[in-house]
């Protein structure tokens, strides 16, 4: 990045910047080609004195960073805190309950699909032909409903594994639920056996008439990973590549279709073939691709990636844009993000502690007044042990002012 000061008035100065890729400078460009783009920054008495930068002939490399953010308030800002559930969703020793769908609310009821499975996991140094590599490993997609939204009853299996020798012979888990023309449709992560360190992963859907199925199974995968990485050398180790390829060379996850301006959105994560770590720790990416039939044939944008970073897929639709929370992986982890068009994000929030695998409730009327809204209550799953997780819920709540106990209200904007 480089920064030019050019001379102004006493009060106002303009800062001229040329940058190719900024955290939180909004220079993205829109459906656009252009890589490097310069704007002016002007440095008025009222942005130094908000700043609280002491000399405007001497900016800190961070002052000028700060300057050049883009003009956003606390809306998207907020906290979170993590509550148990009861009924059958409460932790029950051996079994893993992971990754809960979206929640959405028929005749009167909460709706909950979740990747379900049972014993310890052994990794991939274990017996991988009988035992699980993963606690997602040997999962069937279950669900369960409420009343209340605290106290569930499940139902059971909604979505099995195939038979031997199908794409989704070895697990089928990650789900998501989108409802479109009365009719429910779960996509949902798959992996055919054996479950090896390079096995490639792809993205599976079902339908039915009902939440209560029966559900009908695509016969083949609706999204698969890129084919442009190569492998180097015949171990399993996912780390040695002659070519990396896509984003998502490896594997398609946490798949999740919204319905989007008359097409149906499917937003996914990538992993790379050759994964590395670098300056915000693992090289995860978000995708999405595009159909114009719930069932595809689902097309991925030229845009992808459409993250830098985000472990799981958590997206919303929000006055005409989408929203998607980020978490866990890569140097924006922890910021909310829009897009205007569901394909170029800018961050809006930076935030602390947004629970992991976040199923949305979206059920909730007031989702579109205010951004977080969309937090009011949903699920997520938490790790008991690395064994066993289990299904939470969470709440969120805006917050405007950081006060100490007994100390009167902000009185900022
Ligand atoms: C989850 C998701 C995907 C990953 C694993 C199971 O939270 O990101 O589903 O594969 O972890």
Redesign the pocket.
């Known amino acids: 990045m480089r920064h030019l000061l050019t001379a102004a008035s006493n009060s106002t100065r303009l800062i001229t910047i040329a940058c190719t890729c900024l955290l939180l400078t909004g220079c993205a460009t829109r459906e656009s080609d252009q890589t490097s783009t310069e704007s002016s920054i002007e440095i008025t008495d009222e942005k130094l004195d908000f700043l609280g930068i002491t000399s405007r002939d001497h900016l800190s490399a961070a002052s000028k960073r700060a300057l050049a953010w883009p003009d956003r308030s606390n809306e998207w800002f907020g906290e979170f805190s993590v509550q148990d559930l009861k009924g059958d969703l409460a932790y029950e020793e051996g079994i893993v309950r992971?990754?809960p769908s979206a929640v959405i609310k028929v005749d009167g009821k909460y709706y909950v699909w979740y990747?379900k499975s049972t014993g310890p996991t052994d990794g991939f140094a274990g017996d991988i032909e009988n035992d699980k590599v993963?606690?997602?490993d040997r999962c069937d997609i279950w669900y369960a409903t409420s009343e209340d939204g605290w106290t569930w009853k499940e139902e059971g299996l909604a979505v099995p594994r195939g038979e031997k020798g199908a794409y989704d012979d070895r697990s089928v888990?990650?789900t998501e639920i989108m409802v479109w023309e009365d009719t429910y449709y779960l996509c949902y992560?798959t992996v055919k056996s054996p479950y090896n360190v390079r096995v490639k992963?792809q993205v599976g859907l079902a339908w039915a008439d009902s939440p209560d199925g029966p559900w009908t199974k695509s016969e083949e995968p609706i999204l698969s990973p890129a084919d442009n990485g190569v492998w180097r050398g015949e171990e399993q180790n996912r780390f040695m590549v002659l070519k990396k390829g896509d984003f998502d060379s490896h594997?398609v996850?946490?798949p999740c279709i919204l319905p989007y301006q008359g097409k149906f959105y499917l937003y996914y994560?990538g992993?790379q073939m050759g994964e590395e770590i670098t300056f915000g720790g693992r090289q995860i990416r978000h995708g999405v691709a595009i159909a114009s039939d719930p069932k595809g044939p689902y097309v991925k944008s030229p845009y992808n990636p459409i993250s830098n970073s985000g472990?799981?897929?958590c997206v919303w639709p929000f006055k005409g844009g989408i929203g998607s929370l980020i978490t866990t992986d890569g140097p924006e982890k922890n910021t909310i993000q829009w897009a205007p068009d569901g394909i170029n994000f800018e961050i809006m929030s930076v935030i602390k502690g947004a629970p992991?695998?976040i199923g949305l409730n979206r059920s909730l009327e007031n989702a579109d007044t205010e951004p977080f809204k969309i937090f009011e209550w949903g699920l997520t799953?938490q790790y008991k042990t690395s064994d066993y997780q289990y299904i939470r819920r969470f709440s969120g709540k805006r917050k405007t002012s950081h006060t100490a106990r007994g100390e009167a209200g902000s009185t900022s904007k």
């Open positions: 992971r990754d990747s993963f606690p997602w888990f990650t992560q992963n594997k996850h946490d994560k992993e472990h799981e897929i992991h695998a799953h």
